[in-house]
Nanobody
C-alpha cells in the first residue's frame, strides 16, 4: 500500500506564490510518473503537470511559464512551485503517483487527499 501526504496549500493574493509538496511512502518496486491535478468547483479534474522518473516534465498550457514541477527521488517527493497565481488557479490540487509493485510488476495509480489553493484578494 502507498500513502501520499500533501502539504502547502492555502490562501494567497493574485500574483503570489505557493509550493505544494507530496511525499510518497510504501513498499513498491519503483515510483514512476508523479503529477499534480486540480479540480475547481463545478469542473472536471484536469492535469496540471507531470514528471517522469527520469525527470521529463509536461504541463498544461494554462500554467506554462508560471508553474514548475520537480521531484526528489531520494525522498519520493514531488513538488509544484506555483508563481504568478491567478484567481482561476483556485482549486483543490491532487497529487498522483504511479508505482510498480514488487514481484508482479503490476502498475498502480494512487491519489493524495487533496489540498485547497485559493487565490483571492
Amino acid at each position: 500500500q502507498v500513502q501520499l501526504v500533501e502539504s502547502g496549500g492555502g490562501l494567497v493574493q493574485p500574483g503570489g506564490s505557493l509550493t505544494l509538496s507530496c511525499a510518497a511512502s510504501g513498499t513498491v518496486f519503483s515510483f514512476n510518473d508523479m503529477g499534480w491535478y486540480r479540480q475547481a468547483p463545478g469542473k472536471q479534474r484536469e492535469l496540471v503537470a507531470t514528471i517522469s522518473g527520469g525527470g521529463i516534465t509536461d504541463c498544461a498550457d494554462s500554467v506554462k511559464g508560471r508553474f514548475t514541477i520537480s521531484r526528489d527521488n531520494a525522498k519520493n517527493t514531488v513538488y509544484l512551485q506555483m508563481n504568478s497565481l491567478k484567481p482561476e488557479d483556485t482549486a483543490v490540487y491532487y497529487c498522483n503517483v504511479e508505482t510498480t509493485a514488487w514481484g508482479t510488476k503490476m502498475r498502480m495509480s494512487y491519489w493524495g487527499q487533496g489540498t485547497q489553493v485559493t487565490v483571492s484578494s
